[in-house]
C-alpha cells in the first residue's frame, strides 16, 4: 500500500480480496481492544474532571480518587490506544494491504493478548494504588514484563520487515522505524534504570522527563508523522513535497525529541544547561514540525482539487497537522523562562498536552483507522454522517477544552505569580474554566462513542456479507475501496 | 480502470516540483538561530553547579513583595528593582552557584566542602578571597580548623565582577561574618592581574597574591 | 552498510546522545554520593513518599522551589531558597510534580509541624479549607470501636464527619506513614545545621 513518500509504487488499492482474507484478524486484534481503551481513557478523563469540578462526586473512594484516575486517563489513551494504532501503522506499511505470513499472524495475536492483558493489569494497579507515579513511566512494575514482551514480539518482527523491504526514499519508513525502535529501547532502558536501588534523587526528575517527551515526539509522535507520510499518498494522490527537507525535520525530529523534556524542569534542581538544551530543542522541534507541515499543505494545496465525497480521512489528518503545528509552536514557547514563570505548572501546559495528544495523535491516528480498515474489511464505512459527525463532534471538543483551559491557565499563572493572592482564591478563578470543560469532555466522549459504533457496524456487516456473498463482496470492495476511504 | 486513476495522480504529482516557501526559510532560519543563541547564552558553561543564569534571567525585576520578602533589614529609601543592595544581589548569586555545595546556610559538607561561614579566607584579604572565586582552588586548605582536599571551579567565565564583589560582600557579612565589602573595582583589578593563571590555584600560590597586590596597587 | 541500517544506528545514536545527557550524566553528578544501594533511605518517611506517588498528590501539588525570578514561590513562603539537587539526592521518589492546584510542599514540614493537622487535612480537607478542591482521603483511616477513652490519635471529628457513638476514627499504616513522609519534607541538606538567614 502507499507507504512511500516519492516511489514509483503507487498507491493502488491491490489485492483487496486477498488482503481482506489475511489480514482481517490481526488487525482487528490490534484495533478492537485500542477502541475499547479509547472509551476507558474518555470516560476516565471526564471522571478526573468531574471530580475537580466537585471533589466529593462519587464520594472518597481510594479507586476513583482524583490522583489515581486522572493519570490512568492519559496512560490508557497513550498504551492503549497509541501504541496498538502506531503498531497497526507500521503492519500496515509492511504488508502493503497484501498477505501477512502466516508467523505474523500468530506474533500479532500473541501481541494483542499480552499487550492488553499487561494493560489491564497495569491500570488496575494504578487505580489501586500501585503506581509511582513517574507520568508516562507511571504502569506498575508488575505489568511491564508483559508488556515489554508484547512490544518487542511485533516490533522485532515489523523492524525486520521494515528493513527488509526498506524504499529508498521512504519518509514513512523512517518515522514508523523511529517510533517502533524508540519505545522498547527507551521503555526497557528507563524501566531497568528505575528498579535499580542506586538510582535516587534528582536523577530520578530527568529519567522521567526525558522518557515523557521522548515518548511523545519521538514514540507516538513519529507514528503520527510516518502516518501522515503514508496517507497523504492515498488521500491526496501526491507524496508529501520536499523529501529533502523532510530527511532533515526527520533526523532533528529524532535526535530533538530525546532531549526536549528537560524544558518543564525549568526552575527545578538541575543546571541550567539542562534546562536551556530543552528550551532549545523544544524550538527545533518546532521547525522540524513546521517542515514537515510544509510539505504536507503544498502537497494539499496542489493535490486536494477535485473531491467528491467527503473524506473523513482527509478531515482529521488535516486537523492532526494543524494541531502539531501549534503543539510543537506552544510547547517551545512556553517553556521561555520569561513566560514560564507565568504559565509554569498551570493548566495551559495541560491544555498544550492535551491539544498534542488528542488533537495531533488522537486524530491523525482516526485518519489511519478510517483509511485502513475498509480495506482489510473489505467494505466502506456504512455511514458517512456517523464518520462526520465523529469528526465534528471531536474537532470542537478538542478545541474548546484546549481554548478552555488555555485561558483557565493563564488566569491561574497569573494569580500564583502575585503572592499576596491565596492559592484558594486562584484556585477559585480557575474553577468555572475546569466546571465548563466538562461540557467539550463530554462531547469528546460522545464521539468516540460515535466512532466505536460506527466500527461495530463495520465488523458486522463485513462479517456478514463475508459469510453470505463473499464473492460478490469482495468484488464490491476492489471498486469501492479506491473512493471511500 | 478504479486501480489507474490514483497512479496517474501520483505520477502528476511528483512532476511539478515545487519550490519551499519564502516565509518557511526565514521562519526556520531564524527559529534555529534562536535557538542556538539561547542554548549559548544560557548554557551556563556547561557546568552541574550552575544553576541560574547570570544576566538576563537573573535580572528580571522580582515582584515588589518577594524583594521584601527575602530582604526585610533593607530600610533604606526605595529603590529601583535593578539596583538592589549587593547583599540582596550575593545572597541570590550565593544561592544560585554556591549553595550546591557550601550549603545555602554556608555551613559545607564534612569532609567535602569547607564552610565559608566563619572561614577565615573568606574574612581575610579580599584580593585572596576575589582570586580563589576567580580561578578556582585546588589542593589542601585548611578552613575553619579541618583539613579539605577537593577543587573548586573557576567561576570567572561564569560570574561578572560584579557579581562576584556582590557574593563575597554577602559572604563576608552574612552568617555571622563581619568584614568590609568588596567592590567590584578589586575584582576587576584582580581578574586583570590574573588572567595568564588557568588552572585553579593553590593555596601556596594564591597567598603570594595578598603581599604582590599592595605593591600593584601603589603604581 | 545498508541504508536502513545506517538510519537505525543513526536513531540508537541520536537516542543514546538523550539518555547519555539527561539521564546518565546526571547520575553520575548530581545523583547519591555513593551510587550504590547501601545508604538509602528508609523507614516509614519512605513508605509515605511512596504513598504519596500512588494516590497522586502530584497531580496537583508540586515540590519545587523555583528561585525569585522565575516564579514567586519563595515569595509565597513554600520555601527559603531555590531547590537544589543535593536535597532529593537520596530520594527514591522525586515527585517534582507537573501541577499546581495547591500549595508546593517541597517545604511543608517547616511550615506544618503537627501531626494531628496533617490527618484532619487528609480526612475531610473541607474541614480545614472550606470549598477546597484536594479530596477527601479518608480510605487511608479506619473506624475502629471505642475502648474505654479514644486513642491518642484519634481524629476529634464533628457533625457529619462524627463517627457513630461507640466508635473512633484512627488512621491507618499509609495514612500514618504519609503523614511522616510530609512532616520529613525540609528539603534541609545533609549535614546542614542552621537556617537561612
Known amino acids: 500500500m502507499a507507504n512511500m513518500s516519492e516511489s514509483e509504487e503507487a498507491p493502488v488499492m491491490t489485492a483487496a480480496s486477498e488482503a481482506g482474507s489475511s489480514l482481517r484478524g490481526p488487525f482487528l486484534w490490534l484495533l478492537g481492544p485500542a477502541t475499547v481503551w479509547l472509551w476507558v481513557a474518555t470516560i476516565l478523563a471526564l471522571l478526573g474532571s468531574l471530580k475537580l469540578v466537585d471533589p466529593r462526586f462519587l464520594g472518597a473512594w481510594g479507586w476513583l480518587t482524583f490522583g489515581r484516575i486522572s493519570p490512568a486517563a492519559f496512560l490508557s489513551f497513550v498504551y492503549g490506544f497509541g501504541v496498538p494504532v502506531g503498531l497497526s501503522a507500521a503492519l500496515w506499511a509492511v504488508t502493503k494491504g497484501g498477505r501477512l505470513p502466516l508467523l505474523g499472524r500468530r506474533w500479532c495475536l500473541a501481541t494483542s493478548f499480552l499487550w492488553n492483558v499487561g494493560l489491564w493489569g497495569g491500570i488496575t494497579g494504578v487505580l489501586a494504588g500501585e503506581s509511582r507515579s513517574l507520568s508516562w513511566l507511571g504502569l506498575p512494575t508488575f505489568s511491564l514484563p508483559s508488556l515489554g514482551l508484547a512490544y518487542l514480539l511485533s516490533a522485532g518482527w515489523l523492524v525486520a520487515a521494515l528493513v527488509s523491504q526498506w524504499e529508498k526514499t521512504s519518509l514513512a519508513s523512517r518515522f514508523l522505524l523511529l517510533g517502533l525502535v524508540w519505545i522498547p529501547w527507551a521503555g526497557g532502558a528507563a524501566a531497568l534504570m528505575l528498579h535499580d536501588p542506586a538510582v535516587r534523587g534528582v536523577a530520578v526528575g530527568s529519567l522521567e522527563w526525558w522518557f515523557n517527551d521522548g515518548l511523545l515526539y519521538a514514540g507516538l509522535g513519529a507514528f503520527a508523522l510516518g502516518i501522515v507520510y503514508l496517507l497523504v499518498p492515498v488521500s491526496l494522490g501526491r507524496p508529501v513535497a520536499f523529501s529533502g527537507l523532510g530527511r532533515i525535520a526527520f533526523w532533528a525530529w529524532a535526535l530533538f525529541a530525546n532531549l526536549a523534556g528537560t524544558a518543564h524542569l525549568v526552575g527545578g534542581p538541575f543546571p541550567l544547561w539542562m534546562v536551556s538544551l530543552g528550551v532549545s530543542s523544544r524550538f527545533l522541534l518546532w521547525v522540524a514540525a513546521v517542515a514537515v507541515g510544509v510539505g504536507f499543505w503544498v502537497a494539499a494545496r496542489g493535490g486536494a482539487a477535485e473531491k467528491g465525497d467527503w473524506d473523513p480521512s482527509w478531515h482529521f489528518l488535516r486537523f492532526g497537522m494543524s494541531s502539531l503545528l501549534v503543539a510543537a509552536g506552544l510547547g517551545a514557547l512556553l517553556a521561555l523562562p520569561a513566560w514560564s514563570r507565568y504559565v509554569h505548572y498551570t493548566v495551559l501546559e495541560e491544555a498544550q498536552l492535551i491539544l498534542f495528544l488528542y488533537g495531533f495523535l488522537g486524530m491523525t491516528f482516526f485518519s489511519l483507522l478510517y483509511t485502513l480498515l475498509p480495506r482489510v474489511l473489505g467494505r466502506p464505512w456504512p455511514s458517512p454522517t456517523l464518520a462526520k459527525a465523529h469528526f465534528l463532534l471531536s474537532s470542537y471538543g478538542i478545541s474548546f477544552l484546549v481554548g478552555l483551559l488555555a485561558a483557565g491557565g493563564l488566569f491561574q499563572g497569573v494569580g500564583l505569580d502575585d503572592p499576596d493572592l491565596p492559592i484558594h482564591e486562584v484556585i477559585v478563578s480557575l474553577l468555572p474554566f475546569l466546571r465548563s470543560a466538562a461540557a467539550p469532555a463530554t462531547a469528546l466522549l460522545a464521539a468516540h462513542a460515535v466512532f466505536g459504533l460506527h466500527l461495530l457496524w463495520l465488523v458486522v456487516e463485513s462479517g456478514s456479507s463475508r459469510r453470505v456473498e463473499e464473492e460478490a463482496a469482495l468484488a464490491g470492495s476492489a471498486r469501492e475501496g479506491v473512493r471511500t476511504p | ?219 | 552498510m545498508t541504508e536502513p541500517k545506517r538510519v537505525l544506528l543513526g536513531i540508537l545514536l541520536a537516542t543514546g546522545v538523550g539518555w547519555l545527557l539527561l539521564v546518565w550524566m546526571p547520575l553520575r553528578k548530581l545523583g547519591p554520593i555513593r551510587p550504590s544501594a547501601d545508604g538509602a533511605p528508609f523507614g516509614r518517611a519512605v513508605i509515605g513518599g511512596k504513598v504519596y506517588a500512588a494516590n497522586g498528590c502530584a497531580s496537583c501539588h508540586t515540590q519545587v522551589i523555583r528561585p525569585p525570578n522565575l516564579g514567586s514561590d519563595i515569595a509565597r513562603g513554600w520555601g527559603a531558597r531555590r531547590s537544589l539537587p543535593v536535597e532529593y539526592q537520596e530520594e527514591h521518589i522525586v515527585p517534582l510534580g507537573v501541577l499546581r492546584l495547591g500549595p508546593d510542599l517541597a517545604d511543608v514540614g517547616e511550615r506544618r509541624t503537627e501531626p494531628h493537622w496533617y490527618y484532619r487535612l487528609l480526612y475531610d480537607p473541607r474541614t480545614v479549607y472550606p470549598g477546597t478542591v484536594m479530596p477527601s482521603y479518608r480510605y487511608l483511616f479506619s473506624r475502629v470501636p471505642l475502648l474505654g477513652s479514644p486513642l491518642p490519635d484519634a481524629l476529634s471529628l464533628s457533625g457529619r464527619d462524627a463517627p457513630p457513638p461507640g466508635f473512633q476514627v484512627v488512621p491507618g499504616p499509609k495514612a500514618r506513614a504519609l503523614v511522616a513522609y510530609l512532616l520529613s519534607l525540609k528539603r534541609v541538606p545533609l549535614g546542614e545545621t542552621g537556617k537561612t538567614p
Open chain 2, 1 to 219: 480502470m478504479n486501480r489507474e486513476e490514483p497512479q496517474e495522480r501520483v505520477v502528476q504529482g511528483t512532476t511539478s516540483e515545487e519550490r519551499l516557501p519564502c516565509l518557511f526559510l526565514v521562519f526556520a532560519t531564524v527559529i534555529v538561530l534562536f535557538a542556538v543563541a539561547f542554548f549559548l547564552r544560557y548554557s551556563g558553561g556547561w557546568r552541574w553547579d550552575v544553576y541560574d543564569a547570570s544576566g538576563y534571567l537573573a535580572g528580571l525585576p522580582r515582584s515588589s513583595a518577594s524583594v521584601a520578602a527575602t530582604t526585610a533589614p533593607a530600610g533604606g529609601p526605595a529603590q529601583k528593582p535593578s539596583a538592589a543592595s549587593p547583599i540582596e544581589v550575593g545572597q541570590d548569586v550565593y544561592q544560585a552557584n554556591c549553595a550546591a555545595c557550601h550549603q545555602p546556610t554556608g555551613q559545607g559538607m564534612s569532609g567535602q566542602f569547607p564552610p565559608v561561614a566563619g572561614s577565615d579566607w573568606v574574612n581575610g584579604d579580599p584580593r585572596v578571597l576575589a582570586a580563589m572565586v576567580l580561578g578556582g582552588l585546588q589542593g589542601p586548605v585548611r578552613v575553619a580548623g579541618a583539613e579539605y582536599n577537593g577543587m573548586m571551579p573557576a567561576w570567572k567565565t561564569v560570574l561578572s565582577d560584579a557579581k562576584i564583589a556582590a557574593v563575597l560582600t554577602f559572604l563576608r557579612q552574612a552568617w555571622g561574618n563581619r568584614s568590609s565589602a568588596v567592590e567590584e573595582e578589586q575584582v576587576k583589578s584582580v581578574r586583570a592581574e590574573t588572567t595568564s593563571h588557568a588552572a585553579p590555584w593553590k593555596v601556596e600560590e594564591v597567598e603570594t597574591l595578598a603581599g604582590k597586590s599592595a605593591g600593584k596597587e601603589a603604581k
